[in-house]
């Protein structure tokens, strides 16, 4: 074998990737495990933002039928969907379909717009400056995706419950997620899955076609707004996911993923210590 194989066949085992899946499976799998983790911690409550792409949508619609299992088992355990927006959001449809998808036991509504807005003026008073109006936005879409998780584990406080993260192997595998934002979670359903088999999980749990196949976006920068994960990242899924299956990447992929896979080891590891 040699080196290029064998360190994608490294990266793969790190990040729990599979070759392939069979989506009803997983789906037992992951359900099981969110409703089991609801019943071992004592916790009453699931919580996950909902934003209209495909992950949320696959994690939320597995968080649902989580509690709805716990509830069998005698938990009075529930699902509390938040929608997130910062201000108006151009795929509000989407996020409105996934719910319905969902069709999640509550749905908080909570604006992230003026916390993120008020922070970054606060910053900015107390002297903060940036380099260019793009960092400044680059900056701001990162607050974007921690106010998110702030006002998640708020919602985890008052309910008891447990934050879900969607985080899956192709995000983790690029370091494409806010440290300590969307990063930030109490389990994480989708670990382990490409981006190729969270959709297949989703078609499996008949999510609609339209949000499975949907183009992913962090959509965190005012200034590119739905600006596609793959522009951003400089590689696509289908190389990414070819990547984690131990298929043959082209040497440019390669390069792009395995540096990008060093260059954000930090966001993998819990932080340095003495
Ligand atoms: N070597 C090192 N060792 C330890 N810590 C290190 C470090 N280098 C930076 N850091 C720390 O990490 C910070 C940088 O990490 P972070 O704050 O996350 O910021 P960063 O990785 O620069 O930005 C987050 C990226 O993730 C993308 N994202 C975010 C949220 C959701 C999604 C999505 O797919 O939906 C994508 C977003 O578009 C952006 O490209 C630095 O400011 C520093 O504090
Ligand atoms: N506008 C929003 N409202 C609620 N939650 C959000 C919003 N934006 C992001 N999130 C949360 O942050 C997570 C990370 O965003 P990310 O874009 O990676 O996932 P996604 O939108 O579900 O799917 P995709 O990656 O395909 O766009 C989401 O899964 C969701 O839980
Ligand atoms: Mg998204």
Known sequence: MNNQATQQ????????AQGSIEPQHEVDKRVDFLCN???ETGQHALVLGIS?????????RLAQLAVEKARNKGSDARFYAMRLPYGEQKDEDDAQQALTFISPDEVLNVNVKPPSDALLA????GGLTF??????????????????MVAQYAVAGAKSGLVVGTDQAAEALMGFFTKYGDG??????????????VREIGAALNAPASLVEKLP???????????????????????????LTG????????????????????????PRTP
């Open 217 to 243: 976006t962090a959509d965190l920068e005012s200034l590119k707004p739905q600006l596609a994960d793959e522009v951003a990242l400089g590689v696509t899924y289908a190389e990414i996911d070819a990547f």
């Open 37 to 39: 983790q609801m019943l």
């Open 9 to 16: 066949q490294l990266i793969q085992a790190d990040l729990h």
């Open 122 to 125: 606060s910053l900015e008073e």
């Open 131 to 148: 380099q260019d109006a793009a960092q400044r936005d680059f900056v701001l879409g990162n607050i974007k995706a921690r106010q998110r």
């Open 52 to 60: 209209g792409g495909v992950d949320s949508t696959v994690a939320g």
């Open 184 to 197: 930030a979670c109490d389990l994480a359903p989708l670990t382990g899955l490409t981006k190729g088999q």
């Open 247 to 270: 298929q043959q990447v082209s040497e440019q992929a390669y390069t792009t993923i395995t540096r990008t896979y060093q260059r954000t080891d930090h966001k993998r590891q819990l």
